[in-house]
């Protein structure tokens, strides 16, 4: 029984404009110590799918199809107490910004104290505080920094904070939104760094959600690219970096300037995203793809298998 | 690359610091002094693409508006074809506010959403009296076919909430050129921007000059993206220069422990375990009792106990055009001597 299992996921806004799909038909699984990425640039749903998995979709949003399987189990049909229970102790997610993930007015050592003693009600302020001791080590925070307040962290160590935060509770599965995009590339290494070893010693399944091809390619074991809402390629990292099959896989691959190999052209992709309130019948990418034929406009495009774990969303491929 | 063999310079920065006096509070008499930039000095070339490299908080973002004189130096020198821009007064402050321009970081910051595109990119042309009205529609057609927002009509009447992140950049990209400026400052134009977009305006800056010949100051934290773009860069840490020289040599070869700590830190599309790593920054910082010594010291993994904490390296050349701000790089002798290229002081 794999760790985590989404099953075939669609998840809609409604807006003022109308239902917007963000998310449509995404499958993936993720196993324990895993970390599996998922890239793909602003509007494409990545952060919606995080959301979803913790169940903090805003009110508007909401799942319409699909099933998301925690160890075996569908938290989409829990009752609000089972998702309480899960949440942070099944289930911990770092956020994007995490200055603003801290409460301002309380000190560091105290909320994370507070979120353990929430969770485990039995226990002693003290003991949870010796906790938080624990957590601060294993981030690399120095104690003595325990009894101060989150204006008084550097960038980084506010992200160290969230990150022990979210291990507090020995979670199984931790969803990584975009943990480091704030910080300088410095700062940036040593974090992800701390997050590949605590993933080693806790064995703890990863979902790694960035822009950042860079940083995923660097992180994840396997990769799956989203464009407009849909899953559009999945595998091996080194596969999926290394042979591309789906259209927009290489085009963002191409528009990415690097620091090693040889220097050529950028390319640009032409054109923006499709609406999601009205998503194209056919393939979404179709419209920008250098490799578009006249059937990828009418026609869903279909998953190709590639074969060891790769597959994409392109007839083409 | 079309820089001439003359090497022009358009820019030069001589011995440029920028203190920000520490603010008294309520409780406290008065605070720290901020150095944001401590006594930089390099020459910019016509026709080249210069790039500033260096994290949050280097002094970058404060050498662009110092050039443009957004800001007063507080000590230092700076100028633009050979003329000091510190002194610039009148009609003169006017026509060099012309042949300077900046783009900014955040597209959504930078344009007033209650003006049309046409008004935004207009509005140069009208303070500096340029061409008649009836013209003025012409080149802001022009400017924005030049940033690819074509065809130009469909935008002139668009207000900045229709229009996307790199759409707005590249409105912005138009406003700067509508005034057919030498030099233009962009400050880390694509941080708010996908990889897709930014890599449009990587091509927008690089045809600016490739067509235009216009010299091109680019402010980034990535060496990514300097090494696409820039002919020259130059790479700052808390204020100081520490490496300057070609955008591949410096990224291939560089030579300043805090320069390898930057390209050991940047994903390299590949598990980073395999990487072969410089391995000089530190851990844990060293203690410092002085503060006078390098300011990479505290933090250098191949630091010289003995000299480092104690004296400031200044800039000495290890290759052409290569300088570094090392004491472990060439002979010690040259570390001592200040800074010597380019022209002599006090024209």
Known sequence: MPLLEVDNISIGYHTRNGYLKAVEGVSFVLEEGQSLGLVG?????????????????????????????LEGKNILVMSDEEKR???????????????????????????????????NPSLEKEAALSQVEGLFDLVGIPRERLTDYPHQY??????????????????????????????????????????????????????????????????????????????????????????????????????????????????????????LINPPAGCRFCDRCPEAQAFCKTTPSQWVDIGSGHKALCCRS | ???????????????????????????????????????????????????????????????????????????????????????????????FRRKVQMIFQDPYQSLNPQRS??????????????????????????????????????????????????????????????????????????????????????????????????????ITHSLAAARYLCDRIAVI???NLMELGPAEEVIKNPKHPYTQALIDAVPKFGHSKDARRYGTLLSKDHEVREDKGCIFYPRCAVADHNTCPRREPGLSQIGIDHWVACFRQGSKESGLTPFTYGLAEGR
């Open chain 2, 1 to 95: 690359m079309n820089i001439d063999n003359e090497n022009k310079q358009i820019l030069q920065m001589r011995n440029v610091s920028k203190i920000y006096k520490g603010k008294g509070s309520l409780f406290r008499s008065s605070g720290k002094d901020v150095i944001a930039l401590n006594r930089i000095s390099l020459d910019i070339y016509k026709g080249e693409i210069f790039g500033l490299v260096g994290e949050s908080g280097s002094g970058k973002t404060t050498a662009g508006r110092l050039i443009v004189s957004l800001e007063e130096t507080t000590s230092g020198r700076i100028f633009l074809d050979s003329r000091e821009v510190t002194a610039l007064k009148g009609r003169e402050l006017k026509a």
């Open chain 1, 154 to 275: 550097s960038g980084g160590m506010k992200q160290r904070a969230v990150i022990a935060m979210a291990l507090a509770c020995h979670p199984k599965v931790i969803i990584a939104d975009e943990p480091t995009t704030a910080l300088d590339v410095i700062v940036q290494d040593q974090i992800l760094e701390e997050v590949r070893a605590l993933q080693r010693e806790f064995n703890i399944g990863i979902i790694f959600i960035s822009h950042d091809i860079s940083i995923v390619a660097d992180m994840c074991h396997e990769i799956g690219v989203m464009y407009a809402g849909q899953l559009v390629e999945f595998g091996p990292w080194r596969t999926v970096f290394e042979s591309p099959a789906h259209p927009y896989t290489k085009a963002l691959l191409s528009s990415f300037p690097t620091l090693t190999g040889k220097k050529s052209d950028l390319v640009p992709i032409p054109g923006e995203t499709p609406n």
């Open chain 2, 237 to 239: 840490y808390r204020g």
């Open chain 1, 41 to 69: 640039e602003s509007g494409c749903g990545k952060t919606t799918i995080g959301m979803a998995l913790m169940g903090l979709l805003p009110p508007n949003g909401s799942v319409s199809t699909g099933r998301i399987l």
């Open chain 2, 117 to 218: 595109v046409y008004d935004t990119v207009s509005e140069p042309l009208k303070i500096h009296r340029m061409g008649k009205a009836s013209d003025r529609k012409d080149r802001v057609r022009e400017a924005l076919k030049a940033v690819g927002l074509s065809p130009p009509d469909d935008f002139l009447f668009r207000y900045p909430h229709r229009l996307s992140g790199g759409q707005r950049q590249r409105v912005a990209i138009a406003r700067a050129m509508v005034l057919n400026p030498e030099f233009v400052i962009a400050d880390e134009p694509t941080s708010m921007l996908d990889a897709s977009i930014s890599a449009q305006i990587f091509n927008i800056l690089l045809t600016m000059r490739n067509r235009l010949g216009v010299t091109q100051m680019f």
């Open chain 1, 85 to 119: 229970r899960i949440r942070w102790r099944k289930m911990a997610m770092i956020f994007q910004a995490a200055m603003n993930a801290l409460n301002p007015v309380q000190r560091v050592g105290n909320q994370i104290a507070e979120a353990i003693l929430v969770h």
